[in-house]
Nanobody
Framework: QVQVVESGGGLVQPGGSLRLSCAASGRRFSHDAMNWGWYRQAPGKQRELVASMTSGGTTNYADSMKGRFTISSDNAKNTVYLEMNSLKPDDTAVYYC?????????????????WGKGTLVTVSS
C-alpha cells in the first residue's frame, strides 16, 4: 500500500519561509515514472495546483508562486520538497502532495494517483 506523507507545515510570519516535504513509501518505484505535484486549498476555496515536477525533472508553477516557491526532489528518498519564500497571508492553506506513478509494461501504461492528507501552512503576524 503506497503512502504519501507531507510534513513541514506550521505558522510563519509574512515574508518568512517554510520548507515542505513529501515522502512516498510502500513499494519500490525504481522502474516507474514518478510525477509529483503540490496543491493547496484555502478555506472556502477550491484546491489549486501550486507546483509540479515530472519524472524527467520538468517543473511547472502557478503564476502567483513563480519566483517564490521552488519544487525539488530526492529520487533516492522518494521525496519531493516545496521551498516557500516571501510568504504572504494569502498563502495560508492546507498543502497537499500528489504522486502520480506511471507503471509501464509491454501491455501499456497505467497511472496511479496517491494523495497525502495535507499539512497546514498559516501565514500570519
Amino acid at each position: 500500500q503506497v503512502q504519501v506523507v507531507e510534513s513541514g507545515g506550521g505558522l510563519v510570519q509574512p515574508g518568512g519561509s517554510l520548507r515542505l516535504s513529501c515522502a512516498a513509501s510502500g513499494r519500490r518505484f525504481s522502474h516507474d515514472a514518478m510525477n509529483w505535484g503540490w496543491y493547496r486549498q484555502a478555506p472556502g476555496k477550491q484546491r489549486e495546483l501550486v507546483a509540479s515536477m515530472t519524472s524527467g525533472g520538468t517543473t511547472n508553477y502557478a503564476d502567483s508562486m513563480k519566483g517564490r516557491f521552488t519544487i525539488s526532489s530526492d529520487n533516492a528518498k522518494n521525496t519531493v520538497y516545496l521551498e516557500m519564500n516571501s510568504l504572504k497571508p494569502d498563502d495560508t492553506a492546507v498543502y497537499y502532495c500528489n504522486l502520480r506513478v506511471v507503471v509501464t509494461t509491454i501491455e501499456g501504461s497505467t497511472d496511479f494517483d496517491y494523495w497525502g492528507k495535507g499539512t497546514l501552512v498559516t501565514v500570519s503576524s
